[in-house]
Antibody, heavy 118, light 112 residues
């Protein structure tokens, strides 16, 4: 059974940086895509970024464009999200979701919490 | 970006009754390969979202058959035939046809 586990969240000051990681267990990074979805406290789900694993495609939401970079580390079966110039409105639980079939995001992790505050 | 609009946003239901959630898309979510990547998720308080339905009408493994999905192109529906206590939480539709993937606002189901 494929599982994904997020790590790297924490408390950071406005303007600071953080690197989130999503590690895949029980499967490989070879197919479809991995996405980052965030949920601010009491709010809905917002797609943040996606990295396609079988085609050269990376996407970012307008709200984070220019401040976030997604990358993959095949040796560690992981995808990373480098976040910089963080703002209070980036405070959220960040979930990693993996497409097990195209367009599906069938596997989700438990999330990692990012708090941007002074 | 594709905008998904769910209704209702709040859904009070009696146990054992049927419930229905609509998801309308600002543009067709039929992929050029002919598939429609419209999904439904359920999120209980304090938990991660769990996918219930993929590609409009396919139930994920372990999802009770009281859940069903239907629709096409821009108009989709999630139905629960007989609501049980464990069904409380928020339901989201999500399209994975076009990047960026987008979610509906969420529908909160509660027991009357």
């Amino acid at each position: 059974e494929v599982q994904v586990v997020e790590s790297g969240g924490g408390l950071v000051q406005p303007g600071g940086s953080l690197r989130l990681s999503c590690t895949v267990f029980g499967g490989t990074l070879d197919y479809y895509a991995i996405h980052w979805v965030r949920q601010a406290p009491g709010k809905g789900l917002e797609w943040v970024s996606g990295i396609s694993l079988d085609t050269p495609r990376i996407g970012y939401a307008d709200s984070v464009q220019g401040r976030i970079t997604a990358s993959r580390d095949s040796a560690k079966n992981s995808v990373h999200l480098q976040m910089s110039s963080l703002r209070a409105e980036d405070t959220a639980t960040y979930y990693c979701g993996k497409d097990m079939t195209p367009g599906g995001m069938g596997v989700w992790g438990k999330g990692t919490t990012v708090t941007v505050s002074s | 970006d594709v905008v998904l609009t769910q209704s209702p946003l709040s859904l009070p239901v009696n146990l054992g009754q049927a419930a229905s959630i609509s998801c309308r898309s600002s543009q067709s979510v039929v992929h050029y390969n002919g598939n429609t990547y419209l999904n439904w998720f359920h999120q209980r308080p304090g938990q991660s979202p769990r996918r219930l339905i993929y590609e409009v009408s396919n139930r994920d493994s372990g999802v009770p058959d009281r859940f069903s999905g239907s629709g096409s192109a821009t108009d989709f529906t999630l139905r629960i035939s007989r609501v049980e206590a464990e069904d409380i939480g928020v339901y989201y539709c999500m399209q994975g046809t076009h990047w960026p993937y987008t979610f509906g606002q969420g529908t909160k189901l509660e027991i009357k």
